[in-house]
């Protein structure tokens, strides 16, 4: 899995370096199939439940499973989170990262980034074996609520390894103490979406694309991580 966490990094990683005004979320799709396939990987997303894509590419108050699409073209103070998926010898690594579009990124995005992220770091530091998925949820909501944004309750983390969605879900919410106790060995994709308004989202008419019921902003931020004898792996660092 290890394997399959590095293909999504160095994936994410150079797409990253493609984000800029004017470029479109097709040509970040490009990119990352080319990359994907030099490194002998298959796209974990492309084909999943029909999905036309290697990336979700998700602009602005886009939560998330946005299309890449040439008529999607990112302007300056755009925020577009960039999620991935990979196989690697039948192991699946999954992650996402919310990058700013060129300079001027207003004071409450920015801070909406930085908490997103924060509050993936303080779950991915909660996890060890006797923990339990509500300290994991626990410590991305206390983190994000602190900041008066919220918490997406319509999609999940979950379980990952020889699929892509395994048992258990892994919620950004919840109560510190309740839920599965984490055992050394398992993995999990550890994913907070987090509003800068409200936490409601709906689908858009093309069946995937999630938005905020508000229009506010949205952020996302993704890592695959393993439950190891002391502690936490981040397997997509
Ligand atoms: N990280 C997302 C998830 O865990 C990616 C799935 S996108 C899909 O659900 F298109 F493949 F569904
Ligand atoms: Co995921």
Redesign the pocket.
Known sequence: MRSAGRVVREVLELVRGHVKPGATTLDLERVAAKRIADLGARP??KG??G?P?VL?TSINSEV??GIPSSKRVLKEGDIVSV?C?AVVGGYYG?A?ITVPVGEKIDQKTTRLLQVTEASLQSAIAAVKPGATLGDIGAAVQRMVEAEGFSVVRD?V??GIGSH??EDPQVPNFGEAGQGMKLRAGMVL?I?PMVNAGKPDVRVLKDG?TAVTDDGSMSAHF?HTVAVTATGAMILTE
């Open positions: 974990a997303f999943y439940h999905y894509c979700c998330v499973h999620d998926g999954d996402a999609f983390g979950h892509m969605h994709a994913e995937w993704e």
